[in-house]
């Protein structure tokens, strides 16, 4: 089965760190760009970050300096650093994978370019 799960959500404080892991079954993830999206309650889904094939990273604004997106291809995983998070932060994080034309050396925000994505993984922030 081709898959993508996500780990590493929890309750953390404001100003505290987690690491999230994307890890990809039934295929391989080094041949992907990869996107984190999250969503919270109310909200619609909005990009976080993503990292081409060739390991080139995006982030918006609002995680930039805080965030880092990293893969791993021997272990068929990418990672999300995240510190000084925020309760803004506070969502359920998504990793997808995807492939295009460019994405050995661009990656995207556009949802409809990842064909799989994982179940979500909740990130709440709060004292």
């Known amino acids: 089965q081709l898959q993508v799960v996500e780990s590493g959500g929890g309750l953390v404080q404001p100003g505290g760190s987690l690491s999230l892991s994307c890890v990809a079954s039934?295929?391989?993830?080094?041949?992907?760009?990869v996107g984190w999206f999250r969503q919270a309650p109310g909200k619609e889904r909005e990009a976080v970050s993503c990292?081409?094939?060739?390991?080139?990273?995006d982030y918006v604004d609002s995680v930039k300096g805080r965030f880092t997106i990293s893969r791993d291809n021997a272990k068929n995983t990418v990672y999300l650093q995240m510190r000084s998070l925020k309760p803004d932060d506070t969502a359920v994080h998504y990793c997808a994978a995807g492939t295009w034309a460019t994405s050995h050396s661009t990656c995207s925000f556009q949802t409809f370019l990842y064909h799989y994505w994982g179940q979500g993984t909740q990130v709440t922030v709060s004292s």
């Open positions: 039934g295929f391989t993830l080094g041949n992907y760009a």
């Open positions: 990292i081409s094939e060739n390991s080139g990273s």
